[in-house]
């Protein structure tokens, strides 16, 4: 037998005030009409994996018990609960025999009120209480939104994001780790239940980059177990402005490795006592059999470099060889060098596309020459290769993060956003 639907306000809780009419149960059955407070929500009946909104009436065969000092005579009612003013009807289906004393309309329902064991609410469709916020975070960290809504039952929520501007939003989780490639995304909370959905209000996601010392650009970490075997790029030879008498230094490179293991190739546009500088120069930072000291070696005078010439490099390693290859399309001419990998091998850990000053950025506390003004370095067809496989633009792989150079808080060259391919950025020095 399907048991007694269930009401807000049982009998552990304040019980519902009733009024009936007609105040005594008629003797030939009928029907008497009970207005409830307090009784409100959808009608669920115990045992039973279904329930009705609370839009709809609620109809149940209950059995009450009638009759002189509460006997077991028992007569078979319909309970209908209509949320509208919240008025229970309760029909008498069986005739109340003359000899049984009056029954109150009240009791009756009284009795089937408190015999409730589950109060319920209403349903309700969902509504947003708290808003998602923008974020702003630095490239390598986590962020995550929240947002919240009401409603009954609770609703579920899933987080999503956009990366055109609102067009077209995809699933998400609420926790993402910032990466540059995702600056300016988008992301929202749709809350759903059985009795509707609402979606929030989009939030920012604003990606900063790391800020370094010496290093403005973009890096790609590889996966675990994974290590890169190729990176590649070109950019046009920018023009270096020189105060009198300044010396300051600035590098544009692609490379494989990092800190003091690391295989280069690239420009320099320097001031030395006021003079621009221009030079091509690779380096194998950690091999000493190459360099030493650790220092770019300058490629000979017949490469070489002007302000405006589009370069290109290239860097891979094959087995144990290493193949570092410039070229400068403008002058027409090709370097390439094959080099055995030392042992211990350098790192492959990292793949990066940079502008950097090679005075380590501490000028001018330290005294050391500053980071050179150029005009803007944009790198194109910036591409890498692992040996997992996967080769393309930087925006092909994951663990995408950018660095600027920054002293004392002050940015010296930041990198812009990647374009739509996901293989070419600009970077002012300066700004």
Known sequence: MLALPAFAGSAAASPPRLRARPATLPARGGRVRLRVSGARGVCRFKGAARGLPAKRPCAVRLTVSVGANRSERRRIVVVRLRTHRHRLSVRIIERRRAADPPQTAASIGLAVLGAVTDPISAASAPAITSQPASESATAGTVVTFAASASGSPAPAVQWETSGDGGATWTPTSPSVAAEMALNGHLYRAVFTNSAGSVTSAAATLTVTPTSTPNFAGYIVRASAGEVFTAVAASWSVPTVTCSPGQSTFEAQWPGIGAHTSVVQAGTETNCESGLPEYYAWYDMFGDTAVSPNGYAIALPSSYAIAPGDTMSAA?????????????????????????????????????????????????????????????????????????????????????????????????????????????????????
């Open 315 to 431: 860097i891979s390693i094959t087995g144990s060889t290493w193949q570092l290859t410039l070229s400068d399309a403008t002058a027409n001419w090709t370097w390439t060098a094959t080099v055995t990998s030392p042992n211990p091998p350098l790192d492959q850990s990292t793949v990066e596309w940079m502008v950097e000053d090679p005075a380590v950025g501490c000028a001018p506390s330290c005294g050391l020459p500053a980071l050179s003004a150029t005009t803007p370095v944009t790198f194109s067809d910036a591409s890498a290769t692992g040996d997992g496989g996967l080769s393309g633009p930087i925006s092909l792989f994951s663990g995408v993060g950018a660095e600027q150079i920054a002293v004392n808080s002050t940015v010296l060259a930041t990198p812009g956003p990647l374009d739509a391919a996901g293989d070419s950025f600009s970077i002012a020095p300066g700004a």
